[in-house]
């Protein structure tokens, strides 16, 4: 069965850190457009980070910038988020996503909610993040 799976979720300290990981099965994160989206309690979906399978080009969001960093590793066939310096706002469900005939193709132009609802090939159950004292 094809299917994404995320991890790394959890509760944090603001200021601490977490990686969440994004693996799928049955196909190679080689070939795929991998993205990060979140949704917070009572707000809507948005953007994260992405990855572009076309040139590895990368793409954060402005409140994660600095902060976040997406990575592919081939050899686990996994993404990571790595989420440093976390802040009471990051408090979220963290969702990821894989699409591998994407029109666009850099990372920003596909980093949208739009994208993810309609364009995506697969689409994770997510894993919850809570950064709170």
């Known amino acids: 069965q094809v299917q994404l799976v995320e991890s790394g979720g959890g509760l944090v300290q603001p200021g601490g850190s977490l990686r969440l990981s994004c693996a799928p099965s049955?196909?190679?994160?080689?070939?795929?457009?991998i993205g990060w989206f979140r949704q917070a309690p009572g707000k809507e979906r948005e953007e994260v980070s992405c990855?572009?399978?076309?040139?590895?080009?990368?793409y954060y969001t402005d409140a994660v910038k600095g902060r976040f960093t997406i990575s592919r590793d081939r050899g686990n066939n996994t993404v990571y988020l790595q989420m440093n310096s976390l802040k009471p706002e990051d408090t979220a469900t963290y969702y990821c996503?894989?699409?591998?005939?994407?029109?666009?193709?850099?990372?920003?132009?596909?980093?949208?909610?739009?994208?993810?609802?309609?364009?995506?090939?697969?689409r994770g159950k997510g894993t919850l993040v809570i950064v709170s004292s």
């Open positions: 996503a894989a699409a591998i005939g994407l029109q666009v193709t850099t990372a920003q132009a596909m980093c949208t909610v739009n994208v993810y609802e309609y364009a995506m090939d697969y």
């Open positions: 049955g196909f190679s994160v080689d070939y795929y457009s």
């Open positions: 990855i572009s399978n076309h040139d590895d080009s990368t």
